[in-house]
């Protein structure tokens, strides 16, 4: 059975102290891995696709990498607008969907 | 242009009552997902459709949920009789194409069953 494991399960950051969240998985056969951001009340909201190992995205302040066992979405100088509940998925098999649990992240000024 | 539309936002029904959601994908988005997030924790996918045929809906309760996407544009999902733990929040997302890509979520239905 495919899993996806997050952790922190919640981080709680000053602003401009930079930290990573991880994602690992189990999967056979993975063909993507995705990060989402959702704020409370609101459905996910998407951020980067990785395909495959080595692989690294950037957008603002966030930059997800790829291992062949695990994901970080690496947070450099955060701010109070990123406190939200990060979501990482993955694709797997024939179009099947995992999510993980999610990391609560909190930003403090 | 336009998101993924959902309605209701809100619901509240008593156990073994029958509730139905509605959702509008971004126009000429082929792929149409339902998920359920119960609080706390990730969505976990119901049914994918493409086009208006299932592509996956291995973790649908086929019991008591069900699904139709008429004409490959709309789509509704019915839950009928509800139980307790089916209170959830439930998101429909809509993506372009068969390729697993960019997925677009609505602000989803929060069903609460007493």
């Known amino acids: 059975e495919d899993q996806v494991t997050q952790s922190p399960e919640a981080l709680r950051l000053q602003e401009g102290e930079s930290s990573s969240l991880n994602c690992s998985y189990t999967?056979?056969?993975?063909?993507?891995l995705f990060w989402y951001r959702q704020d409370p009340g609101k459905g996910p909201e998407f951020l980067f696709t990785?395909?495959?190992a080595g692989e690294e995205k950037e957008k603002e302040r966030l930059k997800a990498t790829l291992t062949k066992k695990e994901s970080f979405l690496h947070i450099t100088a955060p701010k109070p607008e990123d406190s939200a509940t990060y979501l990482c998925?993955?694709?797997?098999?024939?179009?099947?969907?995992?999510f993980g649990t999610g990391t609560k992240l909190q930003v403090i000024p | 242009e336009a998101g993924v539309a959902q309605s209701p936002r809100y619901k509240i029904i008593e156990k073994r009552q029958s509730v139905a959601f509605w959702c509008n994908p971004i126009?000429?988005?082929?792929?149409l997902y339902w998920y359920q997030q119960i609080l706390g924790q990730g969505p976990k996918l119901l049914i994918q459709?493409?086009?208006?045929?299932?592509?996956?809906d291995s973790q649908l309760p086929k019991d008591r949920f069900s699904a139709e996407r008429l004409k490959g544009v709309d789509s509704t999902l019915k839950i009928q009789p509800a139980k307790l733990e089916d209170s959830a929040v439930y998101l429909c997302?809509?993506?372009?194409?068969?390729?697993?890509?960019?997925?677009?979520f609505g602000p989803g239905t929060r069903l609460t069953v007493l």
């Open positions: 126009s000429g988005h082929a792929t």
């Open positions: 998925a993955v694709l797997a098999g024939y179009q099947k969907v995992t």
């Open positions: 997302a809509s993506s372009l194409g068969t390729r697993y890509n960019e997925q677009f």
């Open positions: 999967v056979s056969g993975l063909r993507g």
């Open positions: 459709f493409q086009n208006n045929g299932v592509v996956d």
């Open positions: 990785l395909y495959s």
